[in-house]
Structure formats: structure tokens, C-alpha cells
């Protein structure tokens, strides 16, 4: 990570001793978690997303059948050998190894339809959470969707608390909450970029 977050090396010890050191392949609060995140997904479908912090890939996964592109990063090389192969059979699916926010992906066609951030922004100083969110807004296409989701309770390792994260989020300029799923665990939002005025689902769908 960036000066004053958590160091890249966290990781790769944690990934040395355990190749989910998480449980997230088999813990349900995981995977329920990961369920309500993409049950949040105020669209059906997405052209091109991206996921920085992807870990094993086990959220990817489901965000996968939503996306006719979708990249998958991780900064430690352990998780991203797993991810790929989890996703081997995903074609549209891509994982690779990337530093962010220090390093970002360089969109080819049109900027991202979706980001991700799951668990990321918490590892982060102040000057990297901030670089993180100039780049993931910046990277988002108007009317793009924002899903952040992060754990509340105090961690060590955390450079900040999940809620710290999701503070920041709601006064960034050119970001709109259109959704919030609140529990003493985690938390997680739903931002529309704009212009143009954000639409809820509903609407979106011509329901008034």
C-alpha cells in the first residue's frame, strides 16, 4: 500500500500462511456478505467493472455473471493466482497483480460502468484513500455505480475504521448514495456518478 497504510508485506505474510487467511471461501458471514453486495447492484447488467482488492476472487465470482467485462486486481501474488484460478473459466473475466492506487488501469474504450471497493479503503492513509477515491471517480462513467462495503469493528492492521471510509465517501463531489445496507458488522453503499441526477432503480426502470 501507499506510505503510512498498511505495508504490501501484511499481505503477503498473511497469504504465505494460509491460502484464504480470511475464510472467505467458507465462512458464511463472507458469504452472505458478498451475496448482499451484488443484490445491491442497482442494474442488471454492466459493460466493464472493476474490482481493486479482489483477494482469492470468491466476491468476483459473483459479480462475474453482471459483467461483460470485469477486471479483478490484488496487490499480493498469492490471491491473484487463486482468483485466476477460479475465474479460468470466465473468459470476460480478467486478474492481475496491481499497487493501487499508486498504479491504475488504463481504460482502452470507455471508462468503468462499476467499481467495487470491498475491504480496501480501510488499509489506506490519508494521502492514499484520497488518491483512491480521486482515481475511482475519476475512472467511473457518468451515471457509473460506486459499491463500497467495508467491516466497522476496530482492526489493527486498519488505518482507519470502515465507517471513517464510508464518511468520506458521502461528501465526495460528483458521487450521489443512492442506497445504504447498515448492520453492526459492515457497512455498504451504493453511489451513482453524476451529473446526470441519479435515478433509483425504479425509476430507472420506468416505474414513475
Known amino acids: 500500500m501507499t ?3 498498511t505495508p504490501a508485506g501484511y499481505f503477503d505474510d498473511m497469504y504465505a500462511g494460509a491460502e484464504d487467511p480470511w475464510s472467505f471461501e467458507t465462512r458464511w458471514y463472507d458469504q452472505r456478505k458478498h ?3 451484488v443484490a445491491c447492484l442497482p442494474r442488471r447488467r454492466y459493460r466493464s467493472a472493476f474490482e481493486p482488492g479482489c483477494s482469492t476472487g470468491t466476491l468476483t465470482r459473483r459479480l462475474a455473471p453482471r459483467c461483460d467485462r470485469l477486471l479483478a486486481v490484488d496487490i499480493a501474488a498469492a490471491p ?3 482468483a485466476r484460478r477460479r475465474l479460468a473459466e470466465q473468459p470476460h473475466v480478467r486478474v492481475e497483480r496491481m499497487r493501487v492506487p499508486d498504479e491504475w488501469p488504463a481504460v482502452a474504450d470507455d471508462d468503468f460502468d462499476l467499481i ?3 475491504e480496501l479503503g480501510y488499509y489506506f492513509d490519508d494521502a492514499g484513500l484520497d488518491l483512491l477515491v480521486a482515481r475511482t471517480v475519476d475512472s467511473l462513467e457518468p451515471g457509473g455505480t460506486l459499491v463500497a462495503v467495508h467491516w466497522r469493528p476496530a482492526v489493527a492492521e486498519h488505518a482507519r ?6 464518511r468520506l465517501l458521502a461528501g465526495v463531489d460528483g458521487l450521489t448514495r443512492t442506497a445504504r445496507h447498515e448492520e453492526a458488522d459492515f457497512l455498504l453503499d451504493v453511489f451513482l456518478r453524476v451529473p446526470p441526477p441519479a435515478r433509483s432503480v425504479a425509476q430507472a426502470d420506468g416505474l414513475w
Open 3 to 5: 506510505s503510512g497504510g
Open 161 to 166: 475504521s470502515g465507517d471513517d471510509v464510508h
Open 116 to 118: 467495487v471497493l470491498s
Open 80 to 82: 491473484v493466482a487463486s
Open 35 to 37: 451475496e448482499v453486495t
